[in-house]
């Protein structure tokens, strides 16, 4: 069966050969392991390795789920949350199997309010989570479902997707002329101010923690011998991470762990999405490798 289940985890298989790991907690994705140009598998994400695997604090790696809120929460609806919300810390139910057949494989989570939850964060909402491994290629969609009679349901999303590639020689395009939030600039002022990028190739050679507004949907994530293609669905913005030598202080992180990754994260973090009553709002991620 190309569904495997082992305890607190699912591990997908495609007919020929890749691989997806994924978490009940956080509904977290932690290997996808695709063949390089020899046929070898090779893990196409970075896990840290003093990453928590057991459930006691989200996963520093891999693709973590962030809802309801990006970074500190600033709207009023999300005061009692934590950093990056809740779905990254919670253990999420496998729903289904969406598909299984040679094309490939897919696989559904959920979660709901529990008392966790509902203690801080008293909306009525379900989330979905679907997982499909193709044979070069990893969509995750979040399904964000308001199931309240009368109330909005207002919320950030976001896929923190870990990109294991060398630091020091990736690049990212295209995000020239689009404005972002340096998130590293020392002052309230200097966080808050939109700046316009103007390199047509972004790297990471330096602490990096941009958020980039109203992005084109599709990045290009290109490194000597690799690359990967990032498309977002419905998910406006993008940021992209790497902390240098910042990432010392990084508990579960090797000291050296910058060194072998690029966060490109596709979201909706500029502003909130206000969900009606009985609606639905779904976001895709499509990671496709190009080649190595």
């Given at each position: 069966?190309p569904?495997n289940?082992?305890?607190?985890?699912y591990?997908?298989i495609?007919?020929?050969g890749?691989?997806v790991?994924?978490l009940?907690?956080?509904a977290t994705?932690?290997?996808w392991?695709v063949?390089?140009?020899s046929?070898?598998?090779?893990?196409?994400l970075?896990?840290?390795s003093?990453a928590?695997?057991d459930?006691?604090?989200?996963v520093?790696g891999?693709?973590?789920?962030?809802?309801p809120c990006?970074?500190?929460?600033v709207?009023?609806?999300?005061?009692k949350?934590p950093?990056h919300?809740?779905?990254?810390?919670e253990?999420?139910s496998?729903?289904s199997?969406?598909m299984d057949?040679?094309?490939?494989v897919s696989?559904?989570?959920v979660?709901n309010?529990?008392?966790t939850?509902?203690a801080v964060?008293?909306?009525?909402?379900r989330?979905f989570y679907v997982?499909?491994?193709a044979e070069h290629?990893?969509?995750?969609?979040?399904h964000v479902e308001?199931?309240?009679q009368?109330d909005?349901?207002?919320?950030q999303?976001l896929l923190h997707?870990?990109i294991?590639?060398?630091?020091d020689q990736?690049?990212?395009?295209?995000?020239q002329g689009?404005?972002?939030?340096d998130?590293t600039?020392?002052t309230?002022?200097?966080r808050?101010?939109?700046?316009?990028?103007?390199r047509?190739?972004v790297d990471?050679r330096k602490f990096t923690d941009?958020?980039?507004?109203?992005g084109?949907?599709?990045?290009?994530?290109?490194?000597?011998?690799?690359?990967?293609?990032?498309?977002?669905?419905?998910?406006?913005?993008?940021?992209?991470w790497n902390?240098?030598?910042e990432?010392?202080k990084?508990?579960?992180?090797?000291?050296?762990?910058?060194?072998?990754?690029?966060?490109v994260?596709?979201?909706?973090?500029g502003?909130f999405?206000s969900?009606?009553p009985?609606?639905?709002?779904i976001?895709?991620q499509v990671?496709t490798v190009k080649s190595?």
């Amino acid at each position: 069966m190309p569904v495997n289940q082992e305890q607190d985890k699912y591990i997908l298989i495609h007919p020929k050969g890749p691989t997806v790991t994924i978490l009940l907690y956080g509904a977290t994705i932690t290997s996808w392991k695709v063949p390089d140009n020899s046929g070898t598998l090779q893990d196409r994400l970075f896990v840290s390795s003093k990453a928590k695997l057991d459930g006691t604090q989200p996963v520093r790696g891999g693709i973590p789920v962030v809802f309801p809120c990006f970074g500190a929460p600033v709207h009023p609806d999300h005061q009692k949350l934590p950093q990056h919300g809740f779905a990254r810390k919670e253990t999420w139910s496998y729903d289904s199997t969406v598909m299984d057949n040679e094309a490939g494989v897919s696989v559904r989570f959920v979660l709901n309010p529990n008392e966790t939850i509902q203690a801080v964060f008293p909306k009525a909402f379900r989330l979905f989570y679907v997982v499909t491994l193709a044979e070069h290629q990893l969509s995750t969609d979040i399904h964000v479902e308001n199931t309240s009679q009368n109330d909005l349901l207002t919320f950030q999303a976001l896929l923190h997707t870990y990109i294991r590639a060398p630091a020091d020689q990736v690049i990212v395009a295209p995000l020239q002329g689009l404005k972002f939030h340096d998130k590293t600039d020392p002052t309230p002022e200097g966080r808050a101010t939109l700046q316009e990028e103007s390199r047509s190739a972004v790297d990471v050679r330096k602490f990096t923690d941009s958020v980039y507004i109203d992005g084109p949907g599709k990045y290009d994530v290109s490194w000597p011998g690799g690359g990967m293609e990032v498309k977002a669905v419905n998910l406006k913005d993008v940021v992209v991470w790497n902390p240098q030598e910042e990432g010392v202080k990084i508990g579960d992180m090797e000291s050296d762990g910058w060194k072998r990754y690029v966060c490109v994260e596709p979201g909706h973090v500029g502003g909130f999405i206000s969900l009606e009553p009985g609606k639905t709002w779904i976001g895709q991620q499509v990671l496709t490798v190009k080649s190595g």
